[in-house]
């Protein structure tokens, strides 16, 4: 990409913009990462204390990860497409 | 031991005979006592849950000046979504920082923040001294405190802290430890 043209579409969006796109993309990346985590220790925890309402905890755990990954994904058409 | 296994009280906190199973469970052995932190002594994140969802209503407005709409939708939903994570850890650790005692030794397992495992295990013939602790407005009026229980020698202490009815848990173990002895 041309330098100039580069410089001037950060201008058309926006400094203020351009951060916050990067703040979101990442900190979506850094959730679901952490998400991924949380889910793989809770499978541990399981097996570790093994009781009645582990299941429901299993399943919320899932859906944790669902939905961070929906929100990347949120994200990424929030920002770049709408 | 009577056996009043739907007796489960302050929120699954304190649980007789409970149908529970941990990674170390031995042959024969059963399960007399779980128990997990009184609810009550959660309290504190649940109030710092319950601000922060209020301050979001607070904060709303004022953000209007920096931000379009789009940006504060995206705001918004970061904000939920972390409050809520905050919310599900601290449900996690309390659910998994149990302590359990079966009919040969008593078991101490933590997580701290999810992420560190520790399981402290003392046989019951190798327990010297049941400490129970409760004091205080709170834990006088909700009936919790910790338990303590040293073990000889050079072998780890297992800690049951802020479990309902500290002493009832003391008096289950003395009771399994005087038929461990067969006083009983």
């Known amino acids: 990409m041309d330098i100039s043209k580069f410089f001037s579409t950060i201008g058309e969006i926006g400094i203020k913009n351009i951060f916050f796109m990067l703040f979101t993309i990442l900190f979506a990346i ?53 | 031991m009577e056996n009043n296994n739907k007796k489960s009280s302050a929120f699954y906190s304190y649980c007789l005979n409970p149908q529970v199973k941990f990674d170390t469970n031995e042959e024969g052995e059963k399960v007399s006592l779980l128990v997990r932190s009184h609810p009550f002594t959660q309290i504190n994140w649940v109030l710092t849950s319950v601000l922060l969802f209020i301050l979001i209503w607070i904060i709303n407005p004022f953000i209007k000046n920096f931000f379009d709409l789009k940006q504060i939708f995206v705001l918004n939903l970061f904000f939920y979504v972390f409050v809520a994570s905050y919310i599900w850890i601290n449900v996690l650790n309390w659910y998994f920082n149990a302590g359990i005692v079966t009919n040969r030794r008593v078991i101490d397992i933590d997580f701290y923040s999810v992420i560190y495992k520790e399981i402290t295990v003392a046989q019951l013939g190798k327990i010297e001294d049941i400490t129970v602790k409760s004091g205080g407005f709170f834990g006088s009026y909700f009936d919790y405190g910790s338990v303590f229980i040293q073990t000889a020698g050079s072998a780890v202490n297992v800690e049951f802290i802020n479990v309902p009815h500290p002493s009832k848990i003391a008096q289950i173990i003395n009771r399994l430890l005087g038929k461990k002895h067969g006083y009983q």
């Open chain 1, 30 to 82: 850094f959730y679901f990462f952490y998400a991924l985590v949380i889910s793989k220790q809770v499978r541990v925890m399981d097996k570790a204390l093994q009781d009645k309402y582990n299941w429901l905890i299993l399943f919320i755990t899932s859906f944790q990860v669902t939905v961070s990954l929906i929100l990347l994904i949120i994200l990424i058409l929030t920002i770049f497409f709408i």
